[in-house]
């Protein structure tokens, strides 16, 4: 694993407590993530760097972040520009979505992520 990429001390303990704790949306993203449902394994909550990313898929570098509330606020937009950009400068891609959108539209969601893992022409 690269330098970057190591998580910080506490990092597992808090990414477990955070799957212990996940939300509404979160839950019913990863009844439709997990298992390999789309050909690609997922883990979630888990350590890249000092973040903790709500789904990734190591092996196409793709991450799914599910926002609530505290993502709109100002100082959470700052957390989220700074986190993306260095996610994006270890070469991942992350798509975001509101966690309302996600209990409304899960099957068009699953979509777009099963599009993101399949084809090449959507990485960036």
Not at 75 to 96: S, V, Y
């Amino acid at each position: 694993m690269s330098e970057t990429l190591q998580y910080r001390h506490g990092s597992v303990g808090r990414a477990r407590a955070f799957r212990q704790s996940m939300t509404d949306g979160e839950q019913k993203l990863w009844s439709r993530l997990r298992g390999k449902q789309l050909e690609y394994y997922f883990r979630r909550q888990t350590p890249i760097g000092k973040y903790i990313v709500d789904f990734v898929c190591w092996k196409e570098k793709l991450v799914v972040e599910i926002d609530g509330s505290q993502h709109f606020t100002s100082a959470g937009k700052e957390h989220d520009r700074i986190r993306g950009k260095f996610l994006k400068e270890q070469g991942f891609r992350i798509l975001h979505y509101d966690s309302v959108e996600v209990l409304n539209n899960t099957d068009g969601i699953i979509e777009v992520i099963y599009e993101n893992l399949k084809n090449p022409l959507s990485k960036k």
